[in-house]
């Protein structure tokens, strides 16, 4: 039973021995704590004693007191066990268990089994250390059970520090620090290793099996351990025995995140058999973290498109290089070979050259590499993804580790590019794999060296010659960018059956001071060459232009294409990694040299009747299908009731219905407007506009075209109502629209 004796009691008790120059609340300030508190097993007899003995330490931390009359000043300190005795029979036993300063009495002067009182005399000084031996017996020794001591006094007070523990046998596993591992790789853990060590003496004995457990996605991977003779590992299992019956620690182990996520964490699970179990965390699964850069400082280079390396046809002096790309990993290791990875690039455009500058701490069968063997894996990479981006294989280069380097791998490189005469913008290098993050990189930027201004011409084919009133232009990118002899030539796509006529004239803007040469119209096309360059950006108009137009075109939209020196010698451009019949830009890409879609738009000759359109349409709403006449139409999307309470019908399905040529049904994404050509009718309507335009003239609409997920729909009755349909039903029972429902 714990007892406390009060200060006041105590003081009372021995008011005939002490003058009045006992401590005051304050005077003297003191810490508690147990030195070498005591960890048992369960075959303890409970008796402390001997050179293990805990001790209980208060050390001075102030003292600020004066004494009268020359007599030392007096503290008197309980100290109370719990669940323990005292062993000392007598005051003197119990007084040879205090340690004090020099200078300094002490005298037990209350005495019960589990507590005494000492008084201690003289003066305490900062820094002062009273240590006092706690030899005593527990009272219950099972599994669980603690001795506690507690302190009362005026200069600490303090209750049940724990100085011995009753603890069944087992292990404890702790490791210095955890370590970092991606996914599908393999990390040692740090190098200070797992130690284990025994709960209580005796909890284990050399040869006593343990084994390790790893948590579910991880595995280990080494085969070995030094000092362990008679390790063995099975998947996420490892076995051995105990080198020692006191703690040890396994270095060098190896772990691999077979199935684990970024984000997860390795725990390995030390079981010792017929002893007990600890766990402790080791590695955190981290993302793969390479990262793509290029340097901030330097300027985005600017090259023309369109245009081989050398610039042939302009007098830009450029060599085509992009800014220097790095890509490289956090920590060795994290840039995983064993998935492949790729560089991409817009499409329209091309690389002819590869340059790697640094390529540091990449192995390549086991042996170290640099920029020669980077550069074959970009001629393998290019040539693997068709000559559009660098595919890369599995494995190119050897995972690299702390084992191998001991600092990230990096690889630095320049692309040398050209692009299609119609790219512009920035070129943007992606990056992306199954075990990287992908990303992307600014690392050049294609301007046009020249654009091309045209406005849409919709013509009818009665006529032989056919004028076209807007002129077309051709606008110079700067000043002098056009080198002399540089040729244009303008064609009309079909242009076996749609040709320019011969009375075209070319003009070049007066303050641009450029002049030309060879301006004609032959083969059926316009072309010019330029013959002085100029002083500022020069404007080449177009104009008086005619057509001829073979009687059997078929109606539809056709383009205006062009093509010029700069043009022909880019076709004429080595490919990088080219092989075989790869030779050159021709045989690899298909570009386009459009530079104005629907330019002309052919609509057949012929009466507009008032009943112009009748076949038989049936539209079920919520079906993918419409019936035209006997012909079942397959929708990829059905039609719907828009919000006004009118059927919506895929602008696909409008083609399909009429029967014409997908080509007279166009679509402009910039002004999200349908241009629908049917007989002598231009219809038009744009989306979120109420108005129907019929040959240029406005028609009022009783709803607007919509885009639904991403695809385009009409109104069905106010496309009849362009088509000249006045027959228009809708059976609210099947939900189903009809056109020419008499017919």
């Not at 303050?511 to 004609?520: G, Q, R, W």
């Amino acid at each position: 039973m714990k007892k406390i004796v009060s200060l006041v009691m105590a003081a009372a008790m021995v008011t005939s021995l002490v003058p009045a120059t006992a401590f005051a609340a304050g005077d003297v300030v003191a810490t508690a704590k147990v030195i070498g508190a005591l960890e048992k097993g369960t075959g303890f007899d409970g008796v402390i004693t001997g050179a293990e003995t805990p001790e209980l330490h208060l050390k001075i931390t102030d003292a600020s007191y004066l004494t009268s009359g020359g007599a030392g000043a007096t503290m008197d300190v309980t100290v109370s066990l719990d669940n323990a005795e005292f062993t000392a029979a007598n005051a003197a036993a119990l007084e040879a268990l205090v340690t004090v300063p020099a200078g300094i009495t002490v005298t037990a002067t209350e005495i019960g089994d589990d507590e005494v009182t000492y008084e201690l005399a003289g003066a305490l000084a900062e820094d002062d250390v009273v240590a006092i031996a706690l030899e005593s017996n527990m009272t219950k020794v099972s599994v669980g059970k603690t001795a506690t001591v507690s302190v009362d006094s005026e200069m600490v007070t303090v209750d049940d520090l724990v100085y011995a523990t009753i603890a069944d046998k087992g292990i404890t596993a702790s490791v210095k620090k955890t370590v970092s591992v991606a996914v599908d790789e393999v990390a040692t853990l740090n190098s200070k290793g797992i130690t284990i060590e025994p709960i209580v003496d005796n909890s284990y004995a050399v040869g006593t099996e343990f084994t390790l457990k790893l948590s579910k996605g991880f595995e280990f991977a080494n085969t070995a351990v030094a000092g362990i003779a008679d390790w063995a590992i099975d998947g996420n299992e490892a076995t051995f025995t105990a080198p020692s019956v006191d703690e040890f620690t396994l270095t060098g182990i190896e772990i691999e995140a077979t199935t684990a996520v970024v984000g997860d964490v390795a725990t390995i699970k030390v079981t010792a058999k017929n002893v007990g179990t600890a766990s402790v965390e080791v590695a955190t699964v981290v993302d793969y973290k390479v990262t793509l850069s290029v340097d901030e400082d330097e300027d985005v280079p600017v090259i023309y498109s369109g245009t081989d390396v050398n610039n042939t046809g302009l007098t830009d002096d450029s060599d085509h290089m992009t800014l220097e790309v790095t890509a490289e990993e956090s920590f060795p290791g994290a840039w995983s070979m064993r998935q492949g990875f790729n560089f991409s690039l817009p499409e329209g455009v091309y690389v002819t050259d590869v340059d790697v500058t640094e390529a540091e701490n990449f192995v390549q069968n086991g042996v170290a590499v640099g920029t020669a063997e980077w550069e074959a894996a970009f001629t393998a990479a290019y040539d693997k993804g068709d000559y559009t981006g660098f595919t890369f294989a599995k494995r190119v280069f050897d995972d690299v580790n702390t084992d191998l380097s001991s600092d990230p791998a990096s690889v630095t490189f320049q692309l040398q590019l050209v692009a299609d005469p119609t790219f512009e913008g920035d070129v943007a290098l992606g990056f992306e794999g199954s075990l990287v993050d992908t990303q992307e990189v600014t690392v050049a930027k294609f301007v046009k060296p020249y654009t091309v201004a045209a406005e849409q011409n919709d013509v009818i084919i009665d006529y032989r010659n056919t004028a076209i009133e807007n002129p077309i232009t051709i606008t110079e990118a700067e000043a002098g960018l056009w080198a002399a002899d540089t040729d244009f030539t303008l064609t009309v796509d079909r242009g076996d059956m749609i040709e320019f006529e011969d009375d075209a004239t070319f003009t070049a803007s007066e303050a641009s001071e450029m002049t030309l040469k060879d301006e004609k119209t032959a083969n059926g096309q316009l072309a010019f060459t330029v013959k002085a360059e100029s002083d500022e950006a020069a404007v080449v108009e177009i104009k008086d232009i005619a057509l001829f137009m073979q009687r059997n075109v078929p109606a539809g939209a056709y383009s205006l294409e062009i093509d010029t020196t700069m043009s022909t010698t880019y076709e004429a451009q080595a490919i990088y990694a080219a092989s075989g019949d790869d030779q050159l830009i021709e045989d690899v890409c298909d570009y386009s040299n459009v530079v104005k879609e629907a330019f002309i738009n052919v609509v057949t000759s012929g009466r507009d009747q008032d009943n112009l359109f009748t076949t038989k349409v049936v539209v079920p709403v919520g079906e993918a299908y419409l019936m035209a006449g006997e012909t079942k139409v397959e929708l990829d999307v059905p039609a719907y009731i828009c919000a006004a309470g009118y059927t919506m019908l895929p602008v696909r399905a409008v083609s399909k219905a009429l029967g014409v040529n997908t080509n007279n049904v166009l679509w402009n994404a910039e002004a999200k407007t349908v241009t629908i050509m049917y007989g002598q009718r231009i219809i038009t309507m744009t989306v979120g506009k109420k108005t129907i335009n019929v040959n240029g003239s406005a028609i009022p609409a009783s709803a607007a075209p919509e885009i639904t997920n991403s695809r385009t729909f009409l109104p069905m009755r106010d496309l009849a109502v362009a088509l000249g349909v006045t027959d228009i039903t809708w059976d609210a029972t099947t939900r189903t629209a009809t056109l020419n429902g008499s017919n």
